[in-house]
Nanobody, 119 residues
Framework: QVQLVESGGGLVQPGGSLKLSCVAS????????MGWYRQAPGKQRELVAY???????RYADSVKGRVIISRDSDKNTVYLQMTSLEPEDTAVYYC?????????????WGQGTQVTVSS
């Protein structure tokens, strides 16, 4: 069993920045990729960004150029640096760890951290 714990959310003004952190209870090398998803009220959960073991990254079009995902294997931590935040970025942000090598593949989720962008 693996636990993912997010932190770093909060209230920020439009144009501001936040850095989210996700700490795993185990070595993050067990995950094929780790990522961040978000869910706004009344909307489906959507991918924000992910990073693979090989450090390939992918970003949603809505955040490209404003968000950077990174990982620190020594700290078992994945980060999401967000800048130029917009009210549309308001959502609960969830950390995800995906294991493609298991049968069946496994998804792990954190409890979420609220990000609110408002003046």
């Amino acid at each position: 069993q693996v636990q993912l714990v997010e932190s770093g959310g909060g209230l920020v003004q439009p144009g501001g920045s936040l850095k989210l952190s996700c700490v795993a209870s185990r070595d993050i090398s067990i995950f094929s990729r780790m990522g961040w998803y978000r869910q706004a009220p009344g909307k489906q959960r959507e991918l924000v960004a992910y990073i693979t073991q090989g450090l390939t990254t992918r970003y949603a079009d809505s955040v490209k150029g404003r968000v950077i995902i990174s990982r620190d294997s020594d700290k078992n931590t994945v980060y999401l640096q967000m800048t130029s935040l917009e009210p549309e970025d308001t959502a609960v942000y969830y950390c995800n760890g995906y294991r493609s090598y298991t049968q069946p593949p496994q998804n792990y989720w954190g409890q979420g951290t609220q990000v609110t962008v408002s003046s």
